[in-house]
């Protein structure tokens, strides 16, 4: 979620979603020749996202995945494609770096030479990579009901929303905040940099760059310093940093 046009009708609205308006069956339209145990897990991942309200909780307690794809190109409503998949997770600004996720997805269209030279990944490796639909549900299991956290994470959402929309005719109705969340709250102007620029503003060694995982470890450390520095400015929720945004406007 991107906190460039927070104003208060956006916040009231956020808070309404967090706080149960996540009423409609959003797992109804899973194709029937589905797996009954991933239909049972979907149902259930639904319950709990149902129970979660993040907004009030200590920001030291508050449980995340940072996660980073990578992608043949910009535009999933054209056709491009994810083709892998990192996350780690968090709690508070406590990086796990025991409990990370990394996949390499087969798109199943050609991968578009740029992406390849800039991702170093090849067209042999996505041909034995496993299929969309699998990544997509160990994804899932690994992210549970987490709230999820993403760089520049309008890119991430629409991806994971059209993915999970074909393959398995269901919403992606997880929370996902864009790092500019936080960040806006000490340099509004910073939002809008790469991850590198971001990094490198927060004293974070970029290593790894293009690569799913190495992205999202850099993310959580970058959501780690701002996390910290938010505590520090006597922020502890989401809800009081919500409301101090909306006041921006």
Request: hydrophobic share 40%; with cysteine.
């Given at each position: 979620?991107?906190?460039?046009?927070?104003?208060?009708?956006?916040?009231?609205?956020?808070?309404?979603?967090?706080?149960?308006?996540?009423?409609?069956?959003?797992?109804?339209?899973?194709?029937?020749?589905?797996?009954?145990?991933?239909?049972?897990?979907?149902?259930?991942?639904?319950?709990?996202?149902?129970?979660?309200?993040?907004?009030?909780?200590?920001?030291?307690?508050?449980?995340?995945?940072?996660?980073?794809?990578?992608?043949?190109?910009?535009?999933?409503?054209?056709?491009?494609?994810?083709?892998?998949?990192?996350?780690?997770?968090?709690?508070?600004?406590?990086?796990?770096?025991?409990?990370?996720?990394?996949?390499?997805?087969?798109?199943?269209?050609?991968?578009?030479e740029y992406i390849s030279?800039?991702?170093?990944?090849?067209?042999?490796?996505?041909?034995?990579?496993?299929?969309?639909?699998?990544?997509?549900?160990?994804?899932?299991?690994?992210?549970?009901?987490?709230?999820?956290?993403?760089?520049?994470?309008?890119?991430?959402?629409?991806?994971?929303?059209?993915?999970?929309?074909?393959?398995?005719?269901?919403?992606?109705?997880?929370?996902?905040?864009?790092?500019?969340?936080?960040?806006?709250?000490?340099?509004?102007?910073?939002?809008?940099?790469?991850?590198?620029?971001?990094?490198?503003?927060?004293?974070?060694?970029?290593?790894?760059?293009?690569?799913?995982?190495?992205?999202?470890?850099?993310?959580?450390?970058?959501?780690?310093?701002?996390?910290?520095?938010?505590?520090?400015?006597?922020?502890?929720?989401?809800?009081?940093i919500y409301e101090f945004?909306?006041?921006?406007?």
């Open positions: 979620m991107g906190c460039e046009s927070m104003g208060m009708n956006d916040m009231v609205r956020f808070i309404r979603e967090m706080t149960g308006k996540l009423g409609s069956d959003i797992y109804g339209g899973i194709q029937t020749q589905s797996n009954p145990q991933q239909i049972s897990f979907l149902r259930q991942l639904q319950k709990e996202m149902k129970q979660t309200n993040i907004l009030d909780c200590p920001l030291e307690k508050l449980n995340i995945v940072v996660f980073d794809l990578e992608t043949t190109g910009f535009n999933p409503d054209k056709g491009d494609k994810i083709i892998s998949i990192g996350a780690v997770k968090m709690v508070g600004s406590i990086i796990n770096e025991e409990e990370t996720f990394y996949s390499l997805v087969n798109p199943e269209i050609p991968l578009p030279r800039l991702t170093n990944i090849t067209e042999e490796q996505l041909a034995g990579a496993p299929s969309a639909s699998e990544v997509l549900l160990d994804f899932y299991k690994f992210i549970g009901s987490s709230v999820l956290v993403a760089h520049h994470a309008r890119h991430e959402q629409a991806f994971m929303k059209k993915l999970s929309s074909s393959l398995l005719r269901m919403n992606f109705d997880h929370r996902v905040i864009d790092t500019s969340f936080l960040i806006r709250l000490f340099q509004p102007a910073a939002p809008t940099l790469q991850l590198e620029e971001i990094c490198n503003e927060c004293g974070v060694e970029v290593s790894g760059r293009h690569h799913a995982l190495s992205d999202s470890m850099m993310t959580a450390k970058v959501w780690s310093f701002y996390i910290e520095k938010a505590h520090e400015h006597g922020y502890t929720n989401l809800r009081e945004l909306s006041r921006l406007r």
